[in-house]
């Protein structure tokens, strides 16, 4: 083997320790990055799995119909037909908030009565609430548009969608 004295100190050395030295400065901390992974990976805190939970009550949608003398109150949830009498009065009572309303489809079937006593007082007296009431003036049937309110909307992509019943009325002759 030929080794240069002038880059060699006039020592031999051999290709062989450099090697060694060369692999230990790049092989000790892959070495030692392995074993702290391994170490940190057995130690990690194992997840903790939820328990199973009951599936939730489908929410089921009902109207509230109660019957105060000549009044027939409803709080409407569906599309559910109501039959009434001729003369009698019929208060739709809401509770959702800004922009609900309740319109007739016919008025010469069911004409709104102007500044109405609302009847159910414990929904009536929370902020939001509001009551319609309409008087059945003939026999037929008619639709009660019932729009349940937009709610606060400050921008417009944020705006809840508009729930809206149309609700049939069966007005029957009085008896």
């Known amino acids: 083997m030929f080794i240069e004295p002038e880059l060699s100190n006039r ?6 320790s450099r090697r060694l ?3 230990s400065i ?3 901390p892959i070495v030692i ?3 702290v992974s391994v170490v940190l990976y057995s130690t990690r805190p194992t997840p903790v799995t939820p328990p199973e939970r009951a599936p939730l009550p489908s929410p089921s949608a009902t109207d509230t119909l109660v019957r105060d003398g000549e009044v027939l109150l409803l709080e409407p949830a569906t599309l559910a037909p109501v039959s009434m009498l001729a003369g009698q009065r019929i208060e739709i009572v809401l509770n959702t908030g800004v922009g609900q309303t309740v319109s007739t489809l016919d ?3 069911l004409e709104a009565v102007a500044n109405p006593l609302c009847h159910l007082t414990p929904i009536c007296g929370v902020a939001g609430a509001g009551s319609w009431t309409f008087l059945a003036l003939r026999p037929g049937t008619t639709q009660l548009h019932v729009i349940f309110g937009t709610g606060h909307c400050p921008q417009r992509a944020s705006c809840p969608r508009l729930l809206q019943l149309l609700i049939p009325i069966t007005v029957r002759p009085a008896a």
């Open 11 to 16: 020592r031999a050395s051999s290709g062989r």
């Open 21 to 23: 030295v060369v692999s």
């Open 26 to 28: 790049v092989g000790i």
């Open 33 to 35: 990055g392995v074993l």
């Open 107 to 109: 008025p010469s079937g």
